[in-house]
Each structure stands twice: as C-alpha cells, then as structure tokens.
C-alpha cells in the first residue's frame, strides 16, 4: 500500500502555537501509521505543494478577530489554482484564539466550502489563556483525521 500524504500548514509565531504544531507532527509520527507529513509555513506553500496529497490540516492564530494574515496570504496566493484541481480534499483545522475564534471560523469555513473541500472534523477553536489541555484536544483529532486518511474514510 502506498504511503499516504498529509500536509500540514501552520503559523506558529509564539512558543505556545509552536508547542501546538510539534504536537501535530509528534502524535502523527507517533501512530506509526503509512503516512507521509509534510509540515510547512504558510509562506513556504504553493500550489505545486499540493501535488499527491490526500488531505490537509490548518493551524492558524487569530489576530484581531481573524485568521492569521500568512495564513490568509496562502489562501489568496493559491484559491484559484487549489479550486480548480482539489475539490473533495479532506481538510481539519484548528485556531489558537486570543479571543473567541468565530471570525476565524466564519472566514476559514467560507474559503473552504468555495474550495471544495470537505472538512471531515469540526474545527477545534482553542480560545482564552493558554492551557495544557489544548494539546490533548488537538491529538485526538489529529489522530481521528491521520486514521481517517490511511484507511481512506476521508
């Protein structure tokens, strides 16, 4: 069987939002699973990014009550090419949330729905003061999602 691919795009601009995304490529690596993850800054993606890959998973904060500005740049620099060849890409996303997290939600859902893709899993909206119980809710959907690929649930 053939590895399947995963990419990952995050912002992790804080300590805390860096020990979020090493969480997601710890607990995928982890499962020991016939899975390829590739880990990226939204800066460092492209549409050529996309080429073989079998789902997505979103990290991103939230500035000023919406989604990162480099994630919304990834977003604007690739729409139009990711609309036209990705439809039905599995994609799980979270947001490390100051504030309440909805205009991220709102803003991110909406991207999604016109790119097509299916979101497989809520978003896990990660708000207030940092606790350490954010890494245990993002395993666990991380894991749901990395399982739902390799069998190809998703």
């Known amino acids: 069987m053939l590895k399947k691919k995963i990419l990952f ?9 860096r020990q979020l995304s090493d969480c997601v490529v710890k607990k995928i690596n982890k499962l020991n699973l ?27 904060t939230e500035n000023f009550g919406y989604m990162a500005g480099l994630t919304k740049d990834f977003f604007d620099r690739n729409y139009d090419l990711l609309r036209e060849t990705t439809q039905g890409l599995p994609i799980f996303y979270y947001v490390r949330a100051g504030l309440d997290g909805e205009g991220s939600k709102v803003a991110i859902n909406k991207i999604l729905k016109g790119l097509g893709w299916k979101q497989v899993l809520p978003p896990i909206i990660l708000k207030g003061p940092w606790q350490k119980s954010f890494l245990d809710d993002l395993e666990s959907q991380v894991s749901n999602f990395a399982y739902g690929i390799e069998l190809g649930i998703y």
């Open 9 to 17: 795009i995050h912002h992790s601009p804080s300590i805390n939002t």
């Open 34 to 60: 016939k899975i390829s993850l590739k880990s990226l800054a939204p800066l460092d993606v492209n549409f050529h990014t996309f080429n073989s890959v079998n789902g997505v998973i979103i990290g991103t």
